[in-house]
């Protein structure tokens, strides 16, 4: 039994507490099928997701078999299914995929027939099998509404908790997914509470909840509705709603509850005798499903992180390479960035001369060549500094285009995992390992081809280092970022402003006013990879660098730790977002 007493759930309004849901008191047995009804805005995803446990309740209790849910018991990620508003799956990926990926992240399974039955009977009882190995993205409405409860079938949830998941739809899909729900709250008793804006098909509901400006106005039986709101057709309810006002309308209810709920307990019986309801033998051999029959029901457990952590990440090396149009981008930045860097290199690819090479017997001749030597010399300094700053930045932009949208871009997604067990902490390491290979792939042949045309006179190996730390530290603070933004545009824009600032702050292009570069300059990725990298070329050049420059270089070993700090920072700015509870 699911009991509601008295529970809010309230938000801060002008600095006065508004309640979303107000004084909420149902109670809802095993095996038992509900439809929340109401006007748009009267609270019925709040309520949903304040039973979920995903707003916590601002008072009153909620009590699961007798225990309470507000202090200390709490329902584990498989005993509760939650289908949102919005699509839990992933375009590129097939059906089968999908249920298969939300099926490794919930449930550990002792072996692969296990795995492979449970995948099987989800697609099963949701009529998907015939089309287990489509796309997700040319799916119809109907059939991604059944996905997304597949995808929560599989850990058998006791409570399944379904938002919308027939609007929008034609009659016919509509009724098909209301008998749907019907035969899943017939199993096991399983609760089933379906929000939804249509009021058709209510004969095959258990009960009714019609809710108004977040109180109950009724909770009974499908066949009281109309006499209770005295109207001859369903559809007239709202209109009939907004004349009263709803505290009218729950204290009319609440006189009238025990009567309705005796009723609905009449019907569950007559049903239980005739066995259109079955229960599980421990659930119908006690008469009020105590809690100690409760815990003896088999236990399923998340799996662990090293599981959920593999799950997820050929999960993201299946999407990445299922969309094309992303590979052709990678491939395209990653390839043409070097080549645009080494349109620049003739000038730096100069052979310096050293004043002292060049003793003449004129005087008025050696002066005008050493001016000549200078000159030249200054032209391949400041043309090698452009192209390592060019390399640097580029690389910055990679790493923020590796990482802006990864996390923002998917965040409902993820955050409806994340109710289903999955661990931030696994979430993060896949996106690491991920970003890492992509990382290392940028980086190391931006090295190696701007390396091929104009040879790197000095320690290759420190600098392709430097161009590693740059990139990974953008993407990095890029993945912090993307993991902080409520939205993917949010986190694209902020990163790219990032990237552009670089360039101007480093120093390397514009002198900056002392006082500002103090204050800027650790935040600048690119001006330790370019000053690090400077500090690795051989001694002539670095110090042709040095002659044409203003900004000050800073010893090798600072700038490996400041990057290796922006790496860091990012990835606690990373794991602190994605920690934290952000459904909005
Ligand atoms: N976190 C929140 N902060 C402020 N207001 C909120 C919050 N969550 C919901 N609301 C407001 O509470 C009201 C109820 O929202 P809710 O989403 O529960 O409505 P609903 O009945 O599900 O509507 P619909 O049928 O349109 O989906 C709305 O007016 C909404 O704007
Ligand atoms: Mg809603």
Redesign the pocket.
Known sequence: MLELQEVCFS?Q?DGEE?N??DHVSIKIPRGHFTAIV????????????TIAGL?AESGGTLLWNGKSLSDGYDFAPSEIGYVP?FSIAYDPLTVDESVEAATRLRIKTQNNEELDARIDRALEETGLTAIADRPVKVLSGGQKRRLGLAMELVSDPKILLC??VTSGLDPRSEREIVKLLHDLSRKEGRIVLS?T?SLAHFELYDSILV?HE?RVAFHGPPDMLAHYFSVSDTEEIYPRLAKQPSTRWQSSWMKHREAYYAKIEKQREKNLADGTLQLPKKLVATEDEKPVEEEEEEDISTPGIISQFTTLLSRRWRIFFRDRGQVFLQLAIMICFPILVSLFSDKANVQLRSLSDMRQTDVMLELAEQQNVRQDNMKAGSALSGIIMFQVVLLGLMGSNNSAREIAGERLIYEKEKFGGLRPTAYLASKIAFLSCLIIAQSLWMAIFVNFFSPFDGNFAQHAVFLLLCNAAMTSVCLGISAMMKTAEQASLLSIYLVGFQLPLSGAVLALPEKIETITRPFISAYWAWSGSVEALATSRNLAVKSVISTSITPQEMCFYLLGLHVAVGLILALWGAKRHQW?
């Open positions: 938000i309004k508004v979303l849901v109401g006007p748009s805005g009267c609270g019925k995803t709040t309520l949903l997701k707003n508003q938002d919308e929000v804006h809710l977040g909005e």
